[in-house]
């Protein structure tokens, strides 16, 4: 697989004249480029581009495929003698940093992963990351900016849906919230609150590939406040017997974490509901 990381060339063209640290639990780092000022602290926030790939050169996660970069909050020092995984690596990162760690795949998946090896998988094979850190954000700005963060994700997602909507000659209504729906059996009555228990049916498909990810068999009943908020939004519009397909953007549905395995990060979904029932 190619790889559009600009890092790496200059890791190819670099290599021998990286330099070298160590993580606290003795992981070996290859530093490409130096960043700036001091390693982050317990509390910080990194914000930064990762990419793994197998001894077969083989991609296994690439962030700069989403739409956001990865964040990840420094953890308290207690819990660094226990920190025996890939993770004790960003506590030896800065911002501006472009950083090479290998680890063996054992190690990967019992201390990182925390599941056992795949039986396909050699433990003593590499697994290879880069790092490259965008910044350092303080505590007491990580409200500012991850609002910023969603708001960007809600223009991205809104954009790839109302570009499907056309091109699939879709003719949905846009709630003020971001969510599209088209109803497709409309029904009179009372409506909804944010503190209704709902009774509903749902298939959820993913909206780029068109895979039915999950649907029901039988009614399902759910507090309204506990589902995702791109249904706290539109089902307070809809009266008992309504049936609609809504245009979930990732933001307003399971975000930058998606669901494992069956929703994976930042995906726009489409829900076929019936509103059966609710009190």
């Known amino acids: 697989m190619k790889i559009s ?16 640290r160590k993580s606290p639990n003795g ?10 000022g001091e390693y982050a602290v317990t509390g910080q926030y990194l914000l930064l581009n990762m990419l793994y790939k197998d001894a077969k050169d083989s991609v296994w996660d690439d962030t700069r495929r989403r739409t956001l970069p990865m964040l990840y909050m420094v953890p308290d020092t207690a819990g ?17 940093d472009s950083v090479i760690a290998k680890v063996n795949a054992k190690s990967f998946f019992e201390n990182s992963m925390q599941r056992e090896l795949p039986p396909n998988i050699k433990p003593e094979s590499e697994i290879t990351f880069y790092f490259g850190v965008q910044d350092v954000i303080e505590r007491e700005k990580i409200g500012d900016f991850m609002q910023g963060l969603r708001n960007k994700q809600l223009v991205a997602d809104t954009t790839a849906i109302r570009e499907y909507l056309k091109k699939n000659n879709i003719n949905a209504v846009t ?7 088209v109803i497709t059996n409309k029904t009179e009555g009372e409506h909804p609150n944010a503190m ?18 999950q649907q029901s068999t039988e009614p ?11 249904w706290q939004a539109v089902f307070p519009l809809f009266s ?4 609609a397909t809504l245009y979930i953007p990732s933001s307003l549905g399971y975000g930058p974490n998606g669901s494992p395995p069956l929703i994976p990060a930042n995906a726009n979904l489409i829900f076929e509901v019936e509103l059966v029932d609710f009190k």
Request: glycine content about 10%; proline content about 2%.
């Open 175 to 181: 709630d003020p919230s971001g969510v599209s729906y």
């Open 27 to 36: 992981i070996e780092v290859s530093v490409v480029r130096e960043g700036a």
């Open 220 to 230: 399902v009943v759910y507090p309204l406040s506990n589902l995702i908020r791109g």
């Open 5 to 20: 990381y600009v890092m790496l060339a200059v890791v190819v063209l670099c290599a021998a004249c990286s330099k070298t």
């Open 240 to 243: 008992k017997g309504t049936k």
């Open 80 to 96: 660094m003698k226990g920190e025996k995984g890939i993770e004790n690596v960003f506590r030896v990162l800065k911002k501006g």
């Open 196 to 213: 209704s228990t709902i009774t509903f049916h749902y298939k959820g498909i993913l909206l780029t590939t068109g895979e039915v990810f």
